[in-house]
């Protein structure tokens, strides 16, 4: 069954790791959906990078923490926070492209 990320998540997030990277954060509502979305597969660096433009091998960790029924990316800035250019210094509103994941589980 096809599930969107909007209908299993609690919270989408971006923010700064550091001024030159960025973690996108994902908390689900329920474990059972963790649970699932993390055992199928669907969640992994490849689809980070295709979103984001980016080569695979610039998403360095995807990071399960189940206490938290939550899943963590971490992927390179596109400009250095506050550096000339940067349009959102704290990584805020860089989470819209995971809005429109759906995983079929």
């Known amino acids: 069954m096809k599930q969107s990320i909007r209908s299993l998540a609690l919270v989408i997030r971006s923010k700064n790791a550091g001024p030159y990277e960025l973690v996108l954060d994902i908390l689900f509502k329920q474990q059972s959906d963790y649970l699932a979305v993390k055992a199928s597969g669907q969640f992994t660096?490849?689809?980070?990078?295709?979103l984001y433009n980016l080569d695979q091998r610039q998403i360095p960790r995807?990071?399960?923490?189940?206490?938290?029924?939550?899943?963590?990316?971490?992927?390179?800035?596109?400009?250095?926070?506050?550096?000339?250019?940067?349009?959102?210094?704290?990584?805020?509103?860089?989470?819209?492209?995971?809005?429109?994941?759906?995983?079929?589980?």
């Open 45 to 50: 660096a490849q689809l980070i990078a295709d």
């Open 62 to 105: 995807l990071i399960w923490f189940d206490p938290a029924n939550a899943v963590k990316a971490i992927l390179p800035r596109s400009t250095v926070s506050g550096n000339r250019g940067d349009n959102d210094v704290y990584g805020a509103q860089q989470h819209a492209p995971l809005l429109n994941i759906v995983f079929d589980i």
